[in-house]
């Protein structure tokens, strides 16, 4: 069967990319190895959050005394967080199964692989002129599919740095290995200060694991706005969680890391240390998937992922990329807004030339205690390109819901203007729960709205969201 679009890999891109186009009547195949839901929704965003959200209802019930409430004796139990978490997954991927269930969607299990021309013809599939009707061939599980597009779902892995030690090491844990775990380590070296690190540092940190968290960069978050993080940052240090940053890994031997702190901040001359703990968890980032992509001959690459242009179209005619894979911004809703574009390009939607992937208005979370939600410019990337800015901030505390809500907390709302024009350019906050509300700042910055037209926005009162309002006066 010839289809209007063969897509590979299941995860946020390729399930979206899947419900958009046979709802609207092509006939779709899903190519997915593993589980629907890809890297975020089974070992990704949805099993850390699920985890995290145990462990900051722990973390409440024992600091409940600040609003008031006692209580006493609260206990956790581990591996009951963990049977939760998984039930999440399932019903979630049962979701996703609901939703790609129509004609025109087709559902194979299996590592797909897309054929080189002369694999295809010899097969007698697949043609392969200089036609718009050109179509492609997809290798699944020894059966052949001919589709007149691809899209390029293969999503990311983890990075494996090259230290000495690490490989085949039963102390070293990958994010991966650490949602599987049925028991909490007894204490925890995360190397790497990201997103993944920071996260996995609160959840540890909050259900009473003793946390040193090692990041070769002057900062954690080194992509976030340097005032947010440096709250994040202070609060994690007085709370007992040991941040060494300037610090490079030099190798790991057995659970024990030896360690070795920049020259240029260091009082030590950079002389090695060494430090352990029952676990090391390595999360350094993660690398786009290019298996099974090995026939396209002439794809372009650029810094290991796939090449794509603001409707995700590859060099080549009629593939697209989308999710991980491009190397642009890893993130599950990134994911999913390249699909609709593509998918609506494909279709030859005309609204879709005015709504090219803008990757400077996409929101960003980090999932700490407090939540780090961020869109657009920081401070410093905006004079990077050369605007004249204005920056407007206020502590969390002008929101009277927030007050009621963060007792000890200060938080922070900080945005960036650009001084001439008086357009957002970036918002960037810290203080539960601003990832409820980034949203909205993700509209003034994509529509570059000014300072006047923001504050014609009506905040419904009491709630944390007011503070993009208080903010402009």
Known sequence: MRYFLAIIGGGP????????????GKDVILFEQNALGGTCLNVGCIPTKSLLYGAKQYYNATHAQK?????ENVTFDFAAMQKRKTIVVRKLVAGIKARLNNDHCTVVNGFAKILSPSESEANGLCSFSEQSERSYCVECNGLLYEAQYIMICTG??????????IKDNPAVWDSTDALAATELPKSVIIVGGGVIGMEF??????LGVPVTVIEAMPSILPNLDPEVVQILLDKYR??????????KVESIDGNTVKLSTSELLSTFNSQLSTLSAERILVSVGRRANLQGLEALNGLELERGAVKVDGFCRTNLPNVYACGDVTGKIMLAHVASHQAEVAVSKMLNDQMVNDQMVNYLAIPSVVYTNPEIASVGLTENQAADMGFTTEIRKLPMTFSGRFMAENEGETGLCKLILDAEKQTVLGVHCIGNPCSEFIAAASFAVRKGYTVAEMQ???FPHPTV?????????
């Open 67 to 71: 609003y008031g409430v006692a209580a």
């Open 201 to 206: 540092a609160t959840l540890y940190h909050e």
């Open 13 to 24: 891109a390729g399930y979206t990319a899947a419900e958009k186009a046979s709802k609207a």
């Open 465 to 473: 969201s007011e503070i993009l309002h208080e903010v402009l006066h």
């Open 456 to 458: 014609q926005v009506v």
């Open 156 to 165: 990311s892995t983890n990075f494996v740095p090259p230290i000495p030690g």
């Open 238 to 247: 007085k709370a007992g969680i040991n941040i060494l940053t300037s610090t």
